[in-house]
Nanobody, 121 residues
């Protein structure tokens, strides 16, 4: 099972980016999915998450109103639409998923490899 994140890059303050993270491999189901980020010299922090069906979303206060998380279960993909980006959003962004490999097993945490987002002032 792999999580492949993409969509990061360099953008000016006020700009937008859309991150994607696709789960590949043999799985039974994907539970909640989310995004975290880690800025240089700081601990990894939670950004947003979304329930299995997509109806429930949660956001860190620092991104509320600017970021939107969504998912396409047919594609096993989670997205993070980021608008009005600020220099303090600069970080490596990691996707996370709770994945059940087999129906009789509990879900396990999986992480993507990270994608760099740099916001210039």
């Amino acid at each position: 099972v792999q999580l492949q994140a993409s969509g990061g890059g360099l953008v000016q303050a006020g700009g937008s980016l859309r991150l994607s993270c696709q789960v590949s491999g043999s799985i039974f189901t994907i539970n909640a999915m989310g995004w975290y980020r880690q800025a240089p010299g700081k601990q990894r922090e939670w950004v947003a998450d979304i329930s299995r069906g997509g109806s429930l979303t949660n956001y860190a206060d620092s991104v509320k109103g600017r970021f939107t998380i969504s998912r396409d279960n047919a594609k096993n993909t989670v997205y993070l639409q980021m608008k009005d980006l600020k220099p303090e959003d600069t970080a490596v962004y990691y996707c996370h998923a709770g994945i059940v490999i087999k129906s009789w097993r509990q879900g396990e945490d999986y992480w993507g490899q990270g994608t760099q987002v740099t916001v210039s002032s």
